[in-house]
Structure formats: C-alpha cells, structure tokens
C-alpha cells in the first residue's frame, strides 16, 4: 500500500528506531509499503519512520530494479569524507551541503534474521547514511555545519531553495544611479554657490539654465531609480518588504534635495 510521507515539521525520534526482534506479518507489510511508497514518488530508499512506522527498516531500490531490504541496519567502519547537495522527501524542495563518509560498512538482518555486512561507496553510502539518520531519530540537519544550517533554517522559513539564494546583497546596481544623482546635484550645490559672487546678469541667467538642465536630469535618474530600484529588489524575496521602504524614501529625500536647491536657485540665481 502507498502511504503518506512524513514530512518537516513532523520530527523524527528514537522511537522510530525500535529494532525488529521476530520478522512477522506486520514487518512485511511495512516493507511492502516502504517498496509501493518508494514506486509510487519515484525515490530511491525510505526509512520506516518515513511513512510513520516505528521500525528500524530501510528499504533501498537498486539500479535494477530490485530492492534491498535492511532490517536493523548499523554502520560498523566508515572511511573518507565528501561534501555533497541532498536532498530529501522529508524536506520536500529543499537542498544542504552535507559531509558524509565515502565509505561503509554496514551490518544488517535479512527476512530470515539472518545477519549480513555490506560495503558501499560514493552515492550509495551517502544514500544509506541519510537513511540511518532516521533510525537515530535524526535527520540531515544535524549534520550540518554551523553556517550551512543557519543558511538552511532560513531555507525553512521561506519554504525554498531559492529564498537563501536571494538574500540582501550588501551593494545593488541601483547605487550607481543614486551616486549619478547625488554628483548631479552637487554640481548644483556648486554653481548656486558660485551665483552668490556673480553680479553679471547673462552670466547668472546662464547659470540658472544649467540649473534648470540638471534639475531635469537629476528628476530623470531619480524616476529611472525609483523604478528599476523596485524591479532589482523583487529580485531578493528574503527583504523585498525592507529595500521598498528603503527605496521610496531614498526617493523622497533625493526630491526634497532637489526642490530645496531649485527654489535657492531661483530666488538667488533667476535674473
């Protein structure tokens, strides 16, 4: 029978490890289920915690076709280290860097409660870990490093991958046109105050034409600022809400700078 995953938040607990001491009916049964479940999602293993049954049972799906049913499983020997992406039905979306051994090896039970060792490597032995994890009342999170574990709590807390990928930069391209803003109006700031010692009547009404030109020019970049500043913080669904406010009232100060040098301008500079 396909059963339902257990998915984040339901957490995993030791009482799921609970180790099979006679293989009867119901050992079957969930070892049926874990192969129908495995079929039904197209996954390649599940732990018996995965479909909420309390037993120590792994069951694997070989490259064959065929499954590998593992019944009390223990890592006995491990060797070598490797870094890979996992992910799990468990955390359904989500991806970690995870450090796991290369190697292992691994004692189990059979059907007959026989006992058995199997070696593996390279994907297979990082598979099996993951599984293990469950019967230990765990899961790949606590296997994380420090900073790779705050990055996936903030994964948790968006529900996706890619709400990590896009946290706040320090820096946007949007500074550039805020920077071009505030040269323009500095190049204001200076001709106002160069007006202040011109006499000349044609030399002050060129002046306030310049005035007037880069007062057009610094209302342009802000409008394009505005805009595009909005576009490039949607891009950053992690503190869309935050840059927004940030954004208008960047905008509104740049006009308040504008309106205050264009009405110096045109009472001290205007011919």
């Known amino acids: ?4 995953i257990v998915t984040y938040p339901t957490p995993p607990s030791v009482e799921y490890g609970t180790d099979v001491r006679v293989f009867n009916d119901e050992i079957a049964s969930i070892i049926q289920d874990l192969k129908d479940t495995i079929e039904e999602n197209s996954l390649e293993a599940l732990a018996a915690f995965q479909i909420a049954k309390m037993y120590n049972v792994i069951v694997v799906k070989k490259e064959d076709g065929t499954f590998l049913e593992l019944i009390n499983p223990r890592i006995i020997s491990s060797s070598g280290k490797t870094t890979t992406v996992e992910k ?3 955390f359904p979306g989500l991806s970690a860097s995870v450090e796991r051994y290369t190697n292992i090896s691994v004692i189990y039970e059979d059907r007959d409660m026989k006992q058995q060792v199997l070696k593996l490597s390279g994907d297979e032995a990082v598979l099996l870990q993951r599984k293990i994890d469950y019967t230990f009342g765990s899961s790949f999170i606590n296997k994380l490093s420090e900073d790779e574990k705050k990055s996936f709590e903030k994964k948790l807390e968006f529900g996706s991958d890619i709400a990590i990928s896009e946290s706040c930069p320090t820096t946007f391209k949007r500074d550039y046109l ?3 803003i505030n040269l323009v109006m500095i190049g204001m700031v200076l001709l106002f105050i160069a007006s202040l010692f011109i006499e000349m009547e044609e030399t002050l009404s060129d002046i306030w034409n310049y005035q007037l030109y880069l007062s057009y020019l ?4 802000s409008i394009v600022y505005f805009f595009y500043a909005q576009y490039e913080g949607k891009q950053f669904t992690s503190c869309t809400s935050c840059q927004i406010g940030n954004i208008i009232g960047t905008t509104v100060i740049v006009l308040i700078k504008l309106t205050i040098i264009m009405l110096l301008s045109y009472f001290f500079v205007n011919p």
């Open 1 to 4: 029978m396909v059963r339902d």
């Open 88 to 90: 799990t039905a468990y």
């Open 178 to 180: 805020l920077k071009s």
């Open 218 to 221: 610094s209302l342009g970049l």
